[in-house]
């Protein structure tokens, strides 16, 4: 759908409230090139441009960089609960509406602002921090070994399906004391969550009826993991917030961390010099991660703030119930920051990947950490790593969140009557 023409003889800028004419953030331009869509979208509107979203709800879509963060950073004009949002009060977005899986207000308070936030906020970084004590990177390094095991000696693989998409969630399985059986379905469930639809609600419930067992289980059985931090902390957090916690870090933290190393893969194996660099041990695998941050962040679009007040951002006027939807790929492209976007941003954490403000990413360190490693394993375990097929026919699809890589196929060598060294030539004993 292309955006609306604005109206004649008017500059450049953001009309005052939504025409019938706003684009679809989740039709199929978007979908296409949502690079394009939203430099177009700029072109048209500037730093903010009005947009229609599933079911075609109005929203304000931001695109530029300190746009985004004036949003993210100031809670008391941009909040977060969903209650205020005008399109839910009023009965035009229903609770069954896939949009309110990623959008809606849970009881886990992680949807709400001030003190509500700042208490269960601190249950998860407090347990986070006490779980990355205890050597995530070696349970990464132990599920990164065990894929490549199954296709080490075939000499094909594609990274995406037999990779990315499974790894982070058999980390979490081992961090959240859940059994490992049960990391395949919930990667694809979470997936669905995120990328919205009619089965998008019934994948959350089953999410959430694994993680209420867990729950339950380890308020009998506590262990040294995520899920016993949170019941044990101080916050005293009731059971539903718990559940619903727990359900936040693995939709997110899963979804995203897949994301983000199927595209650090993609762009190693489309780079020979930073290829060639992280097997000569002459470039750190963190600034090539910072790199991608800034070009393709596993959330291309972060939902959603609600505007509190009648106010001006970008030169348009954003009512007061008005839905924000952080746009953090564009932001990241701004002009006006980033003038050129060929010169290397790698070491830079100015990004908006994490997010930013009060509701920044407190698992970043462990995503890092699972993104660096699956890389360094991968590439000492499968020498003359290359690509199956030429750059340019490598493909994405997007929802309205996010974009991902459809598949990385890959060739490595295979030595005649070698076996492939263990894992733990890497890292040690194998973790407990």
Same mark, same amino acid.
């Given at each position: 759908m292309?955006?609306?023409?604005?109206?004649?003889? *008017?500059?450049?800028?953001c009309?005052v409230?939504?025409g019938?004419?706003?684009a679809?953030?989740?039709g199929p331009?978007a979908?296409e090139d949502p690079h *394009?869509?939203?430099e177009?979208?700029r072109?048209?509107y &500037?730093a903010v441009?009005?947009?229609l979203?599933?079911g075609?709800?109005? *929203?304000?879509?931001?695109?530029?960089?300190?746009?985004?963060?004036?949003?993210l950073e100031?809670?008391?004009?941009f909040?977060?609960d969903?209650r205020?949002?005008?399109e839910?009060?009023?009965?035009?977005?229903?609770?069954?509406?896939p949009?309110?899986?990623?959008i809606?207000? !849970?009881?886990d308070?992680?949807?709400?602002d001030?003190?509500?936030?700042r208490?269960?906020?601190?249950?998860?970084?407090?347990?986070?921090l006490a779980?990355a004590?205890?050597?995530?990177?070696?349970?990464v390094?132990?599920f990164?070994?065990?894929?490549?095991? *199954?296709?080490?000696?075939?000499?094909?693989?594609?990274?995406v399906a037999?990779?990315?998409?499974?790894l982070?969630m058999?980390?979490?399985?081992r961090?959240?004391?859940?059994?490992?059986?049960?990391?395949?379905a919930?990667?694809?469930s979470?997936?669905?969550?995120v990328?919205g &639809?009619?089965?998008?609600?019934?994948?959350n419930e089953?999410?959430?009826?694994?993680?209420a067992?867990l729950?339950?289980r380890?308020?009998?059985?506590?262990?040294a993991?995520?899920?016993?931090?949170?019941?044990?902390h101080?916050?005293?957090l009731?059971?539903?917030?718990?559940?619903?916690?727990?359900r936040?870090?693995?939709?997110?933290a899963h979804?995203? +961390?897949?994301?983000?190393?199927?595209r650090?893969l993609?762009?190693?194996?489309?780079d020979?010099?930073?290829?060639?660099g992280?097997?000569?041990?002459e470039l750190d695998?963190?600034?090539?991660?910072?790199?991608?941050?800034?070009n393709?962040?596993?959330?291309?679009?972060?939902p959603g703030?609600?505007?509190t007040?009648?106010l001006?951002?970008?030169?348009?006027?954003?009512?007061?119930g008005?839905?924000?939807?952080?746009?953090l790929?564009?932001?990241?492209?701004?002009p006006?920051v980033?003038?050129d976007t060929g010169?290397?941003?790698g070491?830079?954490?100015?990004?908006?990947?994490f997010s930013?403000g009060?509701h920044?990413?407190?698992?970043?360190?462990i995503?890092h950490g699972i993104?660096e +490693?699956a890389v !360094?394993?991968?590439l000492?375990?499968?020498?003359?790593l290359?690509?199956?097929?030429?750059a340019?026919?490598?493909t994405s699809?997007?929802?309205?969140?996010e974009?991902?890589?459809d598949?990385?196929?890959?060739?490595?060598?295979?030595?005649?009557?070698a076996?492939h060294?263990?894992?733990?030539?890497y890292?040690? +004993?194998?973790p407990?």
């Amino acid at each position: 759908m292309i955006p609306p023409a604005r109206d004649p003889g *008017a500059t450049r800028g953001c009309p005052v409230g939504h025409g019938t004419g706003a684009a679809g953030l989740h039709g199929p331009e978007a979908a296409e090139d949502p690079h *394009a869509f939203h430099e177009r979208l700029r072109e048209r509107y &500037g730093a903010v441009a009005p947009v229609l979203v599933e079911g075609d709800v109005p *929203a304000w879509l931001v695109l530029g960089y300190r746009e985004n963060r004036r949003v993210l950073e100031n809670p008391l004009q941009f909040g977060r609960d969903s209650r205020s949002w005008r399109e839910w009060r009023e009965g035009r977005v229903p609770d069954t509406s896939p949009l309110m899986q990623m959008i809606g207000r !849970h009881p886990d308070r992680v949807s709400q602002d001030g003190e509500a936030h700042r208490r269960v906020r601190a249950a998860v970084t407090d347990s986070l921090l006490a779980v990355a004590g205890r050597g995530v990177r070696r349970h990464v390094a132990h599920f990164a070994g065990r894929r490549i095991d *199954a296709f080490a000696d075939t000499g094909r693989a594609d990274l995406v399906a037999d990779f990315a998409d499974q790894l982070p969630m058999l980390v979490l399985t081992r961090v959240f004391g859940l059994a490992e059986c049960e990391g395949r379905a919930l990667a694809e469930s979470s997936a669905r969550v995120v990328r919205g &639809g009619a089965d998008a609600l019934a994948h959350n419930e089953r999410i959430v009826g694994v993680l209420a067992e867990l729950v339950a289980r380890k308020r009998v059985e506590p262990g040294a993991d995520f899920t016993t931090g949170l019941i044990a902390h101080h916050a005293r957090l009731e059971e539903q917030e718990t559940v619903q916690l727990l359900r936040s870090v693995l939709v997110t933290a899963h979804t995203t +961390t897949s994301n983000l190393l199927a595209r650090v893969l993609e762009s190693v194996l489309t780079d020979p010099d930073q290829y060639s660099g992280l097997v000569g041990a002459e470039l750190d695998i963190a600034s090539v991660v910072e790199e991608v941050m800034w070009n393709s962040p596993p959330l291309a679009v972060l939902p959603g703030r609600f505007a509190t007040a009648d106010l001006e951002l970008g030169e348009c006027l954003v009512r007061e119930g008005d839905l924000l939807l952080l746009g953090l790929a564009a932001g990241n492209r701004d002009p006006l920051v980033r003038p050129d976007t060929g010169i290397s941003v790698g070491g830079n954490h100015a990004h908006l990947a994490f997010s930013a403000g009060p509701h920044e990413c407190p698992g970043q360190n462990i995503g890092h950490g699972i993104v660096e +490693t699956a890389v !360094h394993v991968l590439l000492h375990r499968l020498p003359g790593l290359r690509l199956a097929v030429p750059a340019g026919e490598l493909t994405s699809t997007a929802s309205m969140w996010e974009s991902r890589l459809d598949a990385l196929p890959v060739e490595f060598d295979v030595p005649a009557g070698a076996a492939h060294p263990s894992w733990d030539r890497y890292t040690g +004993t194998p973790p407990t």
